[in-house]
């Protein structure tokens, strides 16, 4: 199991990639995905947020995932006495009083001061809610990656050879 430092600095590494990468898509309505050696897991960063919130708050942000693969929303807050909850739903989701409407399709196991949710084989927008019910207020931290498969990208065909020169029509070397 990682220590909390190096999930910290594994978090930075990837939030410092992730931001370049966002950057330099800003004129793209896609966000291209890291490329990698083909069978080999690719982890990114989706998001990242820093939430203040008071005992009793929830807050919601959405999530739209480039690939279908692995979604891990990670919190970390100060206080263990604070009891904060972590819940995945569906993008339709921009209120928490009507379930029925929006299930809940992964909620966050908790340890210490940290809590994870991990959604396998999912793809699309969905909504993150974090939630603080105290005693007191709360910073929390969150991250959001997704762990997927690149697919073996499609390549250019070979060009075909050039077409051999002709000096005339009827030379017998063109036969």
């Not at 999530?63 to 919190?75: F, W």
């Not at 299930?103 to 927008?125: D, L, M």
């Not at 073996?152 to 017998?172: F, I, N, T």
Request: aromatic share 4%; with cysteine.
């Amino acid at each position: 199991m990682q220590t909390i430092d190096s999930l910290r600095r594994r978090a930075l590494l990837l939030t410092t990639a992730g931001g370049l990468v966002a950057s330099l898509a800003a004129c793209n309505s896609a966000l291209p995905l890291p490329t990698a050696t083909l069978g080999t897991a690719v982890t990114t960063v989706i998001a990242t947020r820093t939430l203040s919130l008071e005992a009793g708050a929830w807050e919601a942000f959405p999530v739209t995932l480039p690939a279908s693969g692995t979604l891990r929303v990670s919190l970390e807050w100060g206080d263990a006495a604070n009891d904060v909850r972590l819940l995945v739903m569906g993008s339709n989701c921009r209120s928490l009083s009507s379930l029925e409407d929006c299930p809940i399709r992964r909620t966050g196991v908790r340890q210490g001061k940290q809590s994870e949710a991990v959604y396998p084989e999912v793809s699309g927008r969905h909504t993150v809610w974090v939630g603080n019910l105290g005693p007191g207020a709360e910073t929390v931290s969150a991250t959001v990656e997704l762990t997927y498969q690149p697919i073996e990208p499609v390549r250019d065909l070979p060009s075909p050879d050039p077409e051999p020169e002709r000096k005339h029509p009827r030379d017998p070397r063109d036969k």
